[in-house]
């Protein structure tokens, strides 16, 4: 077991550990932890077929093409991967301020600054994860056309757990941006959002079909 | 760090090595237990959104409801929680019955009769998978209706978990299927994952729907 109050340790976790710790009643860790994890293996899973595909008969030509693939789908499971420790953060953070002092006027006026500046980090990672994971599922098309056809399907299951991710990261972002005094940052947040979702569902679904093809 | 060919020790493993396992040449885990482990977390976050629904002001009404839906989720999670060491099982044996000798007529048959059954296991797996992936997302209904608003998202999490693993599954149906010379099985199969697909996209996107409504 990990130490409560560690979010750092999350991944250093066993599954089962995780998954106790998910379906119980504490809010830490959640749906946010969920989603990075679902990113991070999507990202795995792209990385994956780049690495078995690696001098197999028939990838030859694809090679530099899949090598690339892996650097960045490795860059981005790094990322998303410590987005679990960040997302329980924030949450924390945004906790922590809705519990302080509001009896003065000068403590009403503290809180609300944090509560609205954890608001702000609490909008921001949810959607750098589901940007990020906009990028694997772009990573997934080129590893879906080149990669080695005995594991095409992970390409497909890598595009799957990646567009779940970015839509379960998406509901964070819309639970917190109504509350941000901030409207500019609020809408920029919402607008740069729509456009990822539109074109993650779009380019997830014709991966997958993709995919199916190729089976 | 696990030991090799030790499947049922995977979700014992840590978060990181699981994904650094993921990501490796080697061939699993591969999406199969990817599947399996979003099922579970998408199962999990059921479990998380009815416990922590429970004794809130507001869903005195839905206790017995969502302790209801608590338990079955706790069984899915079980359920797809072992699916992961099946999964790699069921891999390992189909990669093994393939490596058969195949000189001698007889050793032809053997060899034969070893691939058709591992396959049967092969697809019979991830269509359970599939099966109970789609009982997870008709949870996820349950618990987006009547659950506490604060946790109401991770139902939203939860059921595009679900979704994802489903489709993922499905993968390793349609991959191991056509190779099955047993016709009335395979058809049997394909038969039901085609109706578990579809009321499974249907109805995630009805309850992701749902959830947004709410928050």
Redesign the interface.
Same mark, same amino acid.
């Given at each position: 077991m990990i130490e409560p109050g560690s979010p750092a340790a999350?991944?250093?976790?066993? =599954?089962?550990d995780?998954?106790?710790r998910?379906?119980?009643?504490d809010?830490t860790p959640?749906?946010g932890s969920?989603?990075a =994890?679902?990113g @991070?293996?999507g990202? @795995?899973?792209i990385?994956?077929v780049c690495?078995?595909s690696?001098g197999k008969k028939g990838c030859e030509s694809a090679e530099p093409e899949l090598l690339e693939v892996c650097a960045q789908?490795?860059a981005l499971?790094r990322r998303l991967?410590a987005m679990?420790a960040e997302d329980v953060a924030a949450f924390d953070e945004l906790m922590a301020a809705y519990k302080l002092p509001k009896e003065t006027d000068e403590e009403k006026q503290r809180r609300s600054h944090a509560i609205q500046s954890s608001l702000k980090r609490a909008t921001e990672v949810p959607l750098a994860c589901a940007r990020d994971c906009a990028e694997v599922i772009r990573l997934s098309r080129r590893a879906g056309e080149h990669g080695y056809l005995g *594991?095409i399907?992970?390409a497909? *299951?890598?595009v799957?757990?990646a /567009?779940?991710a970015a839509?379960?990261a998406a509901?964070?972002v /819309?639970?917190n941006a109504p509350s941000l005094k901030d409207r500019a940052f609020a809408e920029r947040a919402l607008a740069e959002l729509e456009g990822i979702m539109t074109s993650c569902t779009a380019e997830s679904e014709a991966v /997958?079909a993709l995919?199916?093809e190729r089976?």
């Open positions: 999350i991944t250093g976790t066993s =599954i089962d995780f998954l106790d998910l379906a119980s009643k809010p959640g749906g969920a989603a =994890i679902m @991070a293996m990202a @795995a899973l990385s994956m690495n078995v690696h789908s490795e499971r991967t679990v *594991v399907s992970d497909g *299951v890598g799957s757990a /567009y779940a839509r379960s509901l964070n /819309y639970i /997958y995919v199916r089976l």
